[in-house]
């Protein structure tokens, strides 16, 4: 089944306490790409990846680290994680074109305490 | 500047009834795709229907359509026939030709009243 996985779901953690989540496609997608949902603001892109050692920042990197080492994976990294990044965090891959839609893992919900 | 949005953060429409969901739009790309996406309350994201900024006919996908009005930089989602499944968040979103980035509109909750 063509999908996409982030791990974990849920985690509450405290501040400071580095964290990843993980998030892996099947669909051999080149674009990779993490956003976060917060009440009011909708869907704020994080990071993206048009390829294997290709990221860009979106327009809320900051706090955040990604790397893309292959081409089915894209962690997002939390090396210091604050409240305020206390959110719905969502994975999504594509292929590049412009009709092509984005493919959305199931979220993460990360409580930072 | 927002690159999109959408101004109705809530609507209500009755069971059978058609609703309009607003989305305008900011770009200064000729070539750009519009998205739309629906989540439920048990909040996954599930893409509903897409229009190309060349496409000259209105997207259609079932009882979902998009009423794309390109010098207006507005790109409606029209439901037809609403059930009560179809209460939900809405997001209206685009990618540009240049540069990668996908943007989202702020949502739109739909709620459908029997």
């Known amino acids: 089944e063509a999908q996409v996985t982030q791990n974990p779901r849920y985690l509450i953690t405290v501040t400071g306490k580095k964290l990843t989540v993980t998030c892996s496609q099947n669909m051999n997608h080149e674009y990779m790409s993490w956003y976060r949902q917060d009440p009011g603001l909708g869907l704020r892109q994080i990071y993206y990846s048009m390829n294997v050692e290709v990221t860009d920042k979106g327009d809320v990197p900051e706090g955040y680290k990604v790397s893309r080492k292959e081409k089915r994976n894209f962690p997002l990294i939390l090396e210091s994680p604050s409240p305020n990044q206390t959110s719905l965090y969502f994975c999504?891959?594509?292929?590049?074109?412009?009709?092509?839609?984005?493919?959305f893992g199931p979220g993460t919900r990360l409580t930072v305490l | 500047a927002q690159k999109i949005t959408q101004t109705q953060p809530g609507m209500f429409v009755q069971e059978k009834e058609a609703v309009t969901l607003d989305c305008t739009y900011d770009t200064s790309d000729q070539s750009y795709g519009l998205f739309w996406y629906k989540q439920p309350s048990s909040g996954e994201m599930i893409f509903l229907i897409y229009q190309g900024s060349y496409d000259e006919q209105n997207a259609t996908e079932g009882r979902y359509s998009l009423n794309f009005q390109k010098a207006r930089k507005s790109a409606n989602l029209v439901i037809s026939a609403s059930q009560l499944g179809d209460s939900a968040m809405y997001f209206c979103a685009m990618r540009e030709n240049t540069g990668n980035q996908f943007y989202f509109g702020t949502g739109t909750s739909l709620t459908v009243i029997p």
């Open positions: 999504a891959s594509s292929l590049t074109g412009l009709t092509d839609t984005q493919y």
